[in-house]
């Protein structure tokens, strides 16, 4: 293992364990590399590792140094969007995890929602319908906002970082060619009513349900896409 490595481990270790805690600011370049008897280039190398990893930010200059920071949902769903892409998961593995994670979400939501939550997502469903109709490209992106603001509502950080993930590489699923009709459009506009009605009501097993329902709608739609696609490719 590289010098570097061995050090980013050990700082690593300290910031997980609470020894440095967000905010705090690391030591310098000079005395890290004074403690561990490493050159500038390790102790750089070893840094840029970390602030790879998000938990640290690192910034140049007079006043600048490494501060200790925490993994954003962003820096968590790039990661998860480059291990689908690298391994080739199939959109059926995607639909399952979504399958998987979202009602649970939706469940949580329907507990812990606060009015700041549904404010939220009354304005994008709002959004939703408005462009419906009209603007395929903004309506999918308002969709990614709907199941954030949704896993936001859930108060589960863990939950809320996947379930963001996912929707995001959804997203681009639902970009297929002849995926997102005007029949789809709606269908999915009444699907997200249906939850926010469960949400409001704080019927956990009701948004759970509709949610269930939701992406079972999604999973066929999709399909009958990716057929559609297919048959034209053949001909």
């Not at 998000?54 to 925490?70: E, F, I, K, P, W």
């Not at 954030?148 to 639902?174: G, V, W």
């Not at 009701?206 to 990716?226: N, P, Q």
Request: net charge positive; aromatic share 4%.
């Amino acid at each position: 293992m590289a010098a570097s490595e061995v050090l980013a481990k050990r700082l690593r270790r300290n910031i997980l364990r609470g020894h440095y805690v967000q905010g705090d600011q690391l030591p310098t370049e000079r005395e890290l590399a004074s403690k561990a008897q490493l050159g500038r280039g390790s102790i750089r190398e070893a840094l840029r590792i970390l602030e790879a990893e998000g938990l640290v930010q690192t910034h140049a200059g007079r006043h600048g140094g490494s501060v200790v920071s925490r993994p954003s949902d962003h820096l968590f769903a790039q990661q998860i969007d480059s291990y689908a892409r690298t391994h080739g998961l199939s959109l059926q593995a995607l639909v399952d995890a979504r399958a998987a994670i979202e009602p649970m979400v939706a469940q949580l939501a329907a507990k812990h929602r606060t009015d700041d939550d549904l404010a939220t997502l009354r304005r994008v469903a709002d959004r939703m319908d408005a462009v419906a109709a009209s603007d395929v490209r903004l309506f999918l992106k308002e969709n990614v906002k709907w199941h954030h603001a949704l896993a936001t509502a859930s108060r589960n950080d863990l939950l809320r970082a996947f379930a963001t993930s996912i929707s995001k590489l959804m997203y681009e699923a639902s970009r297929i060619r002849n995926f997102a009709t005007p029949d789809v459009r709606t269908v999915v506009s009444k699907s997200h009513r249906r939850i926010l009605a469960a949400i409001e009501q704080r019927d956990a097993e009701a948004a759970r349900r509709r949610t269930e329902r939701d992406i079972e709608s999604y999973a066929r739609y999709l399909a009958a896409a990716l057929e559609s696609a297919a048959r034209g490719r053949d001909a």
